[in-house]
């Protein structure tokens, strides 16, 4: 123990102190090291909001009209008035349209069996046939609905409508028109924060590859000393990172930023700490650079795109992907930050998120310091 | 020159070996990946937790919740009786949506004149779940609308009806196809990695110096460095794939050896890409950062999330730059369309022509490394 009280914390201070200085001026001097704190979250999030924009805005469509009416081509011209569905060459049979749909030119066919006209005007049922790709689901429900929903205007314009007993009408609330981006970068701005985070375990597995370390042993500087110093370093460049990432999505993808500023970057630090502890805490156990990525990327990066509820809902019937979610801090950021950005909640909504990440990064703080101060033994 | 090349090769292996932790993850965690995203994948999307003010207290109105609540993507969890509690249900992410059924709402149904509405509210911070919630919710009460109007109408409704159908996965379900990808995406990342150290792993650590005064040849040193990553993602590759087939049971309607075959040529070309990644870069942290960002343009134009065909032009002919759009093609032709070598010439010829060049690249800015 350091002797007197006042004076042992105070040379302590200096020491954490020695320790910032020099890992700022470790991170200043490495070009790469400091794209990896500082800008990494930025450029990552700019790549990724391109990779999850789900809207399908535009799709090609091969007819068949077996039918040849002008209701027919009626129809077709109200499918491809707007300009999102356009049509390929008029093809004569079902074989051809496959081929074209085998090479990937064509989104759908849609075939307009003979009779269509008549059928429209007697009013009766008039069918057609639309068939979609299976192997991609996703573009595949966006088109039968965009195809769906401009047949149905246009059904109901020629026909008129029956009288219905009662309508829907919908209203979405945060993201009115739902754009996929609006939802997304919110999401994914826990996705890229864990790149600062790998970079402060880096920091510590660098300096055992290099072998700096052993240096640092030797130096009268405390495990809970050096390990706090780390996490400051880390932990305050991850939140200008924050910053630049915010830039980013509210003035490049124009998301709506209807919280508090001071809230989001508070509970941002919440979340980097979290997620530094962690990081801390793993790279206690490993001794290599590429076995410090590896594990990060493999067991919080890859797990977070699809098991936080980032795209698809969290199973709650499903204990297993249910508890595997709540392990993970992304998971809670995710709701955070979308909550703050979109919903303009506060932290008195979020208290358990808010919570569990402060929890768990304490914890893994102080088992990761038991843990240092052994090894400096 | 075997005898070169079988020295670096035991030396890359017991380096690699004695990394216990960096071995056992690279074996251990793409076999859980695969189970953990199969399973939050597989399932579609179900259960979406809403929540109904019923104003009305009608038999139309318990209709209408019923037939919301046995629709497979909904459950009516919450009943709240005015919009405030429904809306703090919505803000603590307890319920994903509100239908809101007016009072009086039966009478007005039966006049002539009024059309009464639902008021469907969705939050729309998750686009996925609002989407397939808003069509749930419009169907089920649509699907009443028309019965009701049926039995008015005596007979079919007129106007256009759309049939769909969809071809090669009829049920139109997710799993197939996002655990194929999965499969292309992991053996992909965990390749890249492990190659990306090789050649910066040396310099970093400095013991390139030695390596470059033995009488080891450029084209050697880069088939003893590629040996590693070529194992581990075969192995993880096959692993990973009996996964797919025993607990998912993804269909494979092709043939294996073709797709094990085809995976092997894969994997040197994208070995190729990692090992030049590996002689540009002057760090691993450098290494590692462009890999990130490889890998996060390899899932935005492979067609790995969106399909190529619906990326602009000019991104469609950069894609084919990349061997994940090519491998991901082949996997998902032979599980699950059962192509053969013959409809998959396009992308094995590209493969073939993009692993010949990256090969001479690598070898080329190796020169310069070395010397």
Same mark, same amino acid.
């Given at each position: 123990?350091?002797?007197?009280?006042?004076?042992?914390?105070?040379?302590?201070?200096?020491?954490?102190?020695?320790?910032?200085?020099?890992?700022?001026?470790?991170?200043?001097?490495?070009?790469?090291?400091?794209?990896?704190?500082?800008?990494?979250?930025?450029?990552?999030? $700019?790549?990724?909001?391109?990779?999850?924009?789900?809207?399908?805005?535009?799709?090609?469509?091969?007819?068949?009209?077996?039918?040849?009416?002008?209701?027919?081509?009626?129809?077709?011209? =109200?499918?491809?008035?707007?300009?999102?569905?356009?049509?390929?060459?008029?093809?004569?049979?079902?074989?051809?349209?496959?081929?074209?749909?085998? =090479?990937?030119?064509?989104?759908?066919?849609?075939?307009?069996?003979?009779?269509?006209?008549?059928?429209?005007?007697?009013?009766?049922?008039?069918?057609?046939?639309?068939?979609?790709?299976?192997?991609?689901?996703?573009?595949?429900?966006?088109?039968?609905?965009?195809?769906?929903?401009?047949?149905?205007?246009?059904?109901?314009?020629?026909?008129?409508?029956?009288?219905?007993?009662?309508?829907?009408?919908?209203?979405?609330?945060?993201?009115?028109?739902?754009?996929?981006?609006?939802?997304?970068?919110?999401?994914?701005?826990?996705?890229?924060?864990?790149?600062?985070?790998?970079?402060?375990?880096?920091?510590?597995?660098?300096?055992?590859?290099?072998?700096?370390?052993?240096?640092?042993?030797?130096?009268?500087?405390?495990?809970?000393?050096?390990?706090?110093?780390?996490?400051?370093?880390?932990?305050?460049?991850?939140?200008?990172?924050?910053?630049?990432?915010?830039?980013?999505?509210?003035?490049?993808?124009?998301?709506?930023?209807?919280?508090?500023?001071?809230?989001?970057?508070?509970?941002?630090?919440?979340?980097?700490?979290?997620?530094?502890?962690?990081?801390?805490?793993?790279?206690?156990?490993?001794?290599?650079?590429?076995?410090?990525?590896?594990?990060?990327?493999?067991?919080?990066?890859?797990?977070?795109?699809?098991?936080?509820?980032? $795209?698809?809902?969290?199973?709650?019937?499903?204990?297993?992907?249910?508890?595997?979610?709540?392990?993970?801090?992304?998971?809670?950021?995710?709701?955070?930050?979308? =909550?703050?950005?979109?919903?303009?909640?506060?932290?008195?909504?979020?208290?358990?998120?808010?919570?569990?990440?402060?929890?768990?990064?304490?914890?893994?703080?102080?088992?990761?310091?038991?843990?240092?101060?052994?090894?400096?033994? | 020159?075997?005898?070169?090349?079988?020295?670096?090769?035991?030396?890359?292996?017991?380096?690699?070996?004695?990394?216990?932790?960096?071995?056992?993850?690279?074996?251990?965690?793409?076999?859980?990946?695969?189970?953990?995203?199969?399973?939050?994948?597989?399932?579609?999307?179900?259960?979406?937790?809403?929540?109904?003010?019923?104003?009305?207290?009608?038999?139309?109105?318990?209709?209408?919740?019923?037939?919301?609540?046995? $629709?497979?993507?909904?459950?009516?969890?919450?009943?709240?009786?005015?919009?405030?509690?429904?809306?703090?249900?919505?803000?603590?992410?307890?319920?994903?949506?509100?239908?809101?059924?007016?009072?009086?709402?039966?009478?007005?149904?039966?006049?002539?004149?009024?059309?009464?509405?639902?008021?469907?509210?969705?939050?729309?911070?998750?686009?996925?779940?609002?989407?397939?919630?808003?069509?749930?919710?419009?169907? =089920?009460?649509?699907?009443?609308?028309?019965?009701?109007?049926?039995?008015?109408?005596?007979?079919?409704?007129?106007?256009?009806r759309v049939y769909a159908e969809a071809l090669f996965n009829s049920t139109l379900?997710?799993?197939?196809?996002?655990?194929?990808?999965?499969?292309?995406?992991?053996?992909?990342?965990?390749?890249?990695?492990?190659?990306?150290?090789?050649?910066?792993?040396?310099?970093?650590?400095?013991?390139?110096?030695?390596?470059?005064?033995?009488?080891?040849?450029?084209?050697?040193?880069?088939?003893?460095?590629?040996?590693?990553?070529?194992?581990?993602?075969?192995?993880?590759?096959?692993?990973?794939?009996?996964?797919?087939?025993?607990?998912?049971?993804?269909?494979?309607r092709g043939s294996f050896l073709l797709l094990l075959g085809l995976t092997a040529l894969y994997l040197i070309c994208e070995i190729?890409?990692?090992?030049?990644?590996?002689?540009?870069?002057?760090?691993?942290?450098?290494?590692?950062?462009?890999?990130?960002?490889?890998?996060?343009?390899?899932?935005?134009?492979?067609?790995?999330?969106?399909?190529?065909?619906?990326?602009?032009?000019?991104?469609?002919?950069?894609?084919?730059?990349?061997?994940?759009?090519?491998?991901?093609?082949?996997?998902?032709?032979?599980?699950?369309?059962?192509?053969?070598?013959?409809?998959?010439?396009?992308?094995?010829?590209?493969?073939?022509?993009?692993?010949?060049?990256?090969?001479?690249?690598?070898?080329?800015?190796?020169?310069?490394?070395?010397?």
């Amino acid at each position: 123990m350091a002797p007197g009280g006042h004076l042992g914390l105070w040379h302590s201070l200096r020491r954490l102190l020695s320790v910032i200085i020099k890992e700022y001026k470790h991170i200043w001097f490495d070009p790469g090291f400091l794209f990896l704190t500082l800008f990494s979250p930025a450029v990552l999030l $700019t790549l990724l909001s391109y990779v999850f924009s789900f809207d399908v805005e535009y799709a090609t469509l091969a007819v068949i009209n077996r039918d040849q009416s002008p209701q027919s081509f009626d129809y077709l011209r =109200a499918l491809t008035a707007d300009g999102d569905i356009t049509l390929t060459n008029p093809v004569a049979n079902y074989d051809e349209a496959i081929k074209l749909f085998k =090479a990937g030119d064509v989104d759908a066919v849609l075939v307009i069996p003979p009779g269509f006209g008549d059928h429209l005007e007697g009013r009766e049922e008039a069918p057609v046939n639309l068939v979609v790709d299976g192997t991609d689901p996703t573009t595949a429900v966006s088109v039968m609905s965009s195809v769906e929903g401009r047949t149905q205007a246009f059904s109901q314009n020629t026909v008129g409508v029956t009288a219905a007993p009662f309508e829907v009408r919908n209203r979405i609330w945060f993201n009115p028109n739902l754009r996929s981006q609006h939802s997304m970068v919110p999401g994914l701005m826990a996705l890229v924060l864990i790149l600062p985070s790998m970079a402060a375990a880096l920091g510590v597995t660098r300096e055992k590859e290099v072998g700096t370390y052993e240096t640092m042993v030797t130096t009268p500087i405390r495990g809970h000393e050096y390990l706090i110093g780390k996490l400051i370093v880390y932990l305050s460049l991850g939140l200008v990172s924050t910053l630049l990432a915010l830039a980013v999505a509210v003035y490049w993808f124009r998301v709506p930023f209807r919280g508090g500023l001071g809230v989001y970057m508070l509970l941002t630090a919440d979340y980097l700490f979290a997620l530094m502890g962690y990081c801390l805490l793993l790279a206690n156990f490993i001794s290599s650079q590429r076995a410090t990525t590896s594990l990060v990327l493999l067991t919080l990066f890859i797990p977070s795109f699809f098991l936080t509820g980032l $795209t698809f809902p969290i199973d709650k019937s499903s204990t297993g992907s249910w508890l595997t979610a709540q392990a993970l801090p992304t998971t809670h950021f995710i709701t955070i930050s979308r =909550a703050v950005m979109l919903k303009a909640l506060g932290v008195a909504d979020l208290l358990p998120d808010v919570t569990i990440l402060g929890v768990g990064g304490a914890l893994s703080l102080v088992v990761s310091i038991l843990l240092f101060s052994k090894k400096l033994r | 020159m075997i005898h070169r090349l079988a020295a670096l090769i035991v030396k890359e292996l017991i380096q690699f070996t004695r990394d216990r932790i960096l071995l056992a993850m690279a074996l251990m965690m793409p076999i859980i990946q695969i189970y953990l995203l199969g399973n939050a994948i597989g399932q579609d999307i179900q259960n979406i937790s809403i929540a109904v003010i019923d104003y009305d207290h009608s038999s139309l109105s318990r209709e209408i919740i019923q037939a919301l609540d046995n $629709t497979k993507e909904l459950t009516v969890d919450y009943l709240p009786g005015n919009l405030a509690e429904a809306r703090a249900l919505v803000n603590a992410g307890e319920a994903t949506g509100i239908v809101v059924i007016p009072p009086d709402f039966m009478e007005d149904t039966r006049s002539p004149t009024d059309v009464p509405q639902i008021q469907v509210i969705l939050d729309g911070t998750n686009t996925f779940t609002a989407g397939r919630a808003l069509r749930a919710a419009q169907g =089920a009460v649509q699907s009443l609308v028309k019965d009701a109007q049926v039995s008015t109408s005596n007979g079919a409704l007129p106007g256009i009806r759309v049939y769909a159908e969809a071809l090669f996965n009829s049920t139109l379900n997710f799993q197939d196809d996002a655990i194929t990808s999965q499969l292309a995406l992991i053996t992909f990342q965990i390749t890249s990695i492990v190659a990306v150290m090789g050649i910066v792993r040396e310099r970093d650590i400095g013991t390139i110096e030695m390596l470059t005064i033995t009488p080891l040849k450029r084209l050697e040193l880069i088939g003893g460095k590629a040996i590693t990553p070529f194992i581990i993602g075969l192995v993880n590759f096959v692993l990973m794939f009996t996964i797919t087939q025993v607990v998912f049971g993804v269909p494979q309607r092709g043939s294996f050896l073709l797709l094990l075959g085809l995976t092997a040529l894969y994997l040197i070309c994208e070995i190729g890409y990692a090992l030049t990644i590996s002689t540009i870069t002057r760090s691993q942290q450098q290494a590692i950062t462009v890999v990130f960002v490889w890998a996060m343009f390899a899932m935005m134009l492979s067609g790995y999330l969106v399909s190529v065909a619906t990326l602009p032009p000019a991104l469609q002919w950069i894609s084919w730059l990349i061997p994940l759009r090519h491998y991901l093609g082949i996997v998902r032709g032979v599980m699950v369309r059962g192509a053969g070598i013959g409809s998959l010439l396009p992308e094995v010829g590209s493969i073939l022509g993009l692993t010949v060049v990256m090969l001479y690249v690598a070898q080329r800015t190796l020169s310069r490394v070395i010397e």
